[in-house]
Protein backbone atom coordinates (compact mmCIF):
# COMPACT_ATOMS: atom_id res chain seq x y z
CA UNK A 1 0.00 0.00 0.00
CA UNK A 2 1.37 3.44 -1.14
CA UNK A 3 2.05 6.00 1.60
CA UNK A 4 0.24 9.49 1.11
CA UNK A 5 2.36 12.53 1.87
CA UNK A 6 -0.34 14.23 3.94
CA UNK A 7 2.46 16.99 5.28
CA UNK A 8 1.17 19.65 3.27
CA UNK A 9 -2.74 19.04 3.94
CA UNK A 10 -4.64 21.53 6.04
CA UNK A 11 -6.58 20.49 9.11
CA UNK A 12 -9.40 21.28 6.83
CA UNK A 13 -8.16 18.82 3.77
CA UNK A 14 -7.28 15.93 5.93
CA UNK A 15 -10.55 16.14 7.88
CA UNK A 16 -12.45 15.99 5.05
CA UNK A 17 -10.59 12.94 3.52
CA UNK A 18 -11.04 11.25 7.32
CA UNK A 19 -14.81 11.72 6.88
CA UNK A 20 -15.04 10.92 3.16
CA UNK A 21 -12.91 7.42 3.31
CA UNK A 22 -13.42 6.68 7.06
CA UNK A 23 -9.58 6.43 7.13
CA UNK A 24 -7.81 5.58 10.61
CA UNK A 25 -4.97 5.98 8.79
CA UNK A 26 -5.47 9.75 8.19
CA UNK A 27 -7.26 10.24 11.57
CA UNK A 28 -3.94 8.83 12.96
CA UNK A 29 -2.32 11.82 11.47
CA UNK A 30 -4.87 14.42 12.71
CA UNK A 31 -4.42 12.85 16.22
CA UNK A 32 -0.20 13.21 15.98
CA UNK A 33 -1.32 17.46 14.70
CA UNK A 34 -3.33 17.78 17.79
CA UNK A 35 -2.60 14.69 20.68
CA UNK A 36 -0.54 17.07 22.69
CA UNK A 37 -2.87 20.18 23.00
CA UNK A 38 -6.13 17.67 23.82
CA UNK A 39 -3.48 16.26 26.45
CA UNK A 40 -2.82 19.57 27.84
CA UNK A 41 -6.51 20.98 27.73
CA UNK A 42 -7.25 17.45 29.49
CA UNK A 43 -5.10 17.92 32.21
CA UNK A 44 -5.88 21.10 32.62
CA UNK A 45 -9.38 19.64 34.00
CA UNK A 46 -7.73 16.34 36.12
CA UNK A 47 -4.43 17.94 37.01
CA UNK A 48 -3.77 13.98 37.16
CA UNK A 49 -1.59 12.47 34.56
CA UNK A 50 -3.15 9.13 33.66
CA UNK A 51 -6.71 10.76 34.05
CA UNK A 52 -5.65 12.67 31.30
CA UNK A 53 -4.01 10.32 29.43
CA UNK A 54 -7.51 8.46 29.46
CA UNK A 55 -9.52 11.57 28.70
CA UNK A 56 -7.50 12.54 25.30
CA UNK A 57 -8.04 8.88 24.77
CA UNK A 58 -11.38 8.99 25.05
CA UNK A 59 -11.84 12.71 23.49
CA UNK A 60 -10.04 11.26 20.34
CA UNK A 61 -12.35 8.30 20.45
CA UNK A 62 -15.68 10.18 20.16
CA UNK A 63 -14.06 12.30 18.11
CA UNK A 64 -13.80 10.08 14.79
CA UNK A 65 -17.14 9.08 15.79
CA UNK A 66 -18.11 13.22 15.35
CA UNK A 67 -16.24 14.23 12.89
CA UNK A 68 -18.81 14.29 10.26
CA UNK A 69 -20.30 17.28 12.27
CA UNK A 70 -17.30 19.58 11.94
CA UNK A 71 -18.55 21.66 9.13
CA UNK A 72 -15.84 24.41 8.81
CA UNK A 73 -17.30 27.86 9.80
CA UNK A 74 -14.69 27.83 11.69
CA UNK A 75 -10.79 26.79 11.90
CA UNK A 76 -10.54 22.70 12.86
CA UNK A 77 -8.42 23.51 15.73
CA UNK A 78 -11.10 26.31 17.24
CA UNK A 79 -13.80 23.42 16.58
CA UNK A 80 -11.30 20.60 18.14
CA UNK A 81 -10.49 22.91 21.05
CA UNK A 82 -14.36 23.42 21.81
CA UNK A 83 -15.02 19.84 21.39
CA UNK A 84 -12.24 19.04 23.67
CA UNK A 85 -13.64 21.71 26.30
CA UNK A 86 -17.04 20.43 25.97
CA UNK A 87 -15.80 16.58 26.65
CA UNK A 88 -14.36 17.23 29.71
CA UNK A 89 -16.74 20.20 31.42
CA UNK A 90 -18.96 17.14 30.91
CA UNK A 91 -17.13 14.25 32.32
CA UNK A 92 -16.14 16.60 35.16
CA UNK A 93 -20.09 17.28 35.68
CA UNK A 94 -20.77 13.45 35.20
CA UNK A 95 -18.06 12.64 37.52
CA UNK A 96 -18.51 15.17 39.92
CA UNK A 97 -19.10 12.37 43.30
CA UNK A 98 -15.53 11.25 42.94
CA UNK A 99 -14.21 15.11 42.50
CA UNK A 100 -15.74 16.93 45.00
CA UNK A 101 -12.01 17.76 46.22
CA UNK A 102 -11.78 19.40 42.61
CA UNK A 103 -14.99 20.89 41.77
CA UNK A 104 -17.09 22.71 44.58
CA UNK A 105 -20.86 22.80 44.80
CA UNK A 106 -22.15 25.65 43.56
CA UNK A 107 -24.45 27.09 46.64
CA UNK A 108 -25.09 30.33 45.74
CA UNK A 109 -27.80 31.65 43.47
CA UNK A 110 -26.57 34.06 40.96
CA UNK A 111 -28.96 37.32 42.14
CA UNK A 112 -29.76 39.91 39.74
CA UNK A 113 -27.36 42.51 41.46
CA UNK A 114 -24.56 41.04 39.45
CA UNK A 115 -23.69 44.18 38.66
CA UNK A 116 -22.87 44.33 41.92
CA UNK A 117 -19.74 41.97 42.02
CA UNK A 118 -16.85 43.84 42.55
CA UNK A 119 -14.92 44.62 39.13
CA UNK A 120 -11.80 42.79 39.94
CA UNK A 121 -8.73 44.13 37.13
CA UNK A 122 -6.28 42.09 35.73
CA UNK A 123 -3.71 43.52 37.69
CA UNK A 124 -5.42 42.30 40.97
CA UNK A 125 -5.70 39.02 39.10
CA UNK A 126 -2.07 38.71 38.80
CA UNK A 127 -0.91 39.59 42.19
CA UNK A 128 -2.10 36.59 43.80
CA UNK A 129 1.11 33.74 44.62
CA UNK A 130 0.77 31.50 41.95
CA UNK A 131 0.45 28.23 44.28
CA UNK A 132 -2.33 29.85 46.42
CA UNK A 133 -4.21 30.84 43.26
CA UNK A 134 -3.65 27.05 41.65
CA UNK A 135 -5.30 25.72 44.87
CA UNK A 136 -8.03 28.24 44.57
CA UNK A 137 -8.50 27.53 40.68
CA UNK A 138 -8.99 24.03 41.62
CA UNK A 139 -11.92 24.70 43.76
CA UNK A 140 -13.89 26.84 41.59
CA UNK A 141 -16.20 24.89 39.28
CA UNK A 142 -14.62 23.67 36.32
CA UNK A 143 -16.55 25.90 33.74
CA UNK A 144 -15.11 29.11 35.12
CA UNK A 145 -11.84 27.85 35.72
CA UNK A 146 -11.83 26.80 31.89
CA UNK A 147 -12.97 30.82 30.83
CA UNK A 148 -10.05 32.25 32.74
CA UNK A 149 -7.39 29.54 31.90
CA UNK A 150 -8.38 30.37 28.14
CA UNK A 151 -8.24 34.23 28.82
CA UNK A 152 -5.06 34.23 31.04
CA UNK A 153 -3.55 30.68 29.88
CA UNK A 154 -4.12 30.18 26.08
CA UNK A 155 -4.32 34.05 25.80
CA UNK A 156 -7.77 33.73 24.10
CA UNK A 157 -9.54 36.80 22.74
CA UNK A 158 -12.80 37.48 23.69
CA UNK A 159 -14.11 36.89 20.35
CA UNK A 160 -12.25 33.39 20.45
CA UNK A 161 -13.61 32.54 23.66
CA UNK A 162 -16.73 32.77 22.20
CA UNK A 163 -16.54 31.19 19.28
CA UNK A 164 -14.83 28.14 21.63
CA UNK A 165 -18.20 28.46 23.69
CA UNK A 166 -20.46 29.22 21.23
CA UNK A 167 -22.46 32.46 23.39
CA UNK A 168 -21.94 35.81 22.37
CA UNK A 169 -19.10 38.06 23.40
CA UNK A 170 -21.55 39.76 26.14
CA UNK A 171 -21.83 36.70 27.33
CA UNK A 172 -18.31 36.00 27.67
CA UNK A 173 -17.33 39.01 29.43
CA UNK A 174 -20.04 38.41 32.20
CA UNK A 175 -18.22 34.83 32.77
CA UNK A 176 -14.98 36.14 32.92
CA UNK A 177 -16.23 38.61 35.16
CA UNK A 178 -17.90 36.23 37.60
CA UNK A 179 -15.07 33.71 37.60
CA UNK A 180 -12.25 36.38 38.49
CA UNK A 181 -14.92 37.47 40.97
CA UNK A 182 -15.38 33.63 42.34
CA UNK A 183 -11.69 33.12 42.34
CA UNK A 184 -10.45 36.02 44.28
CA UNK A 185 -13.07 35.40 47.04
CA UNK A 186 -11.85 31.57 46.74
CA UNK A 187 -8.20 33.02 46.91
CA UNK A 188 -9.15 35.17 49.83
CA UNK A 189 -10.63 32.81 52.14
CA UNK A 190 -7.56 30.45 51.63
Given at each position: ???????????????????????????????D???????????????????????????????????????????????????????????????????????T?????????????D?????????????????????????E????????????????????????????????????A?????????
Amino acid sequence: MKSIDTTNWTDEELVAKIVEKNDTHLFAVLYDRYAGVVYNKCYGFSKNKEEAQDLTHDVFIRLFVKLRTFKGKSKFSTWLYSFTYNFCVNYVQRNSNKKKEKVTVVTDNIKEEDSGVDEIDDATLFELKSDKLAKALEMIPAAEKMILLMKYQDDMSIKDISAVLEVGESAVKMRLKRAKAKVVKTYNEL
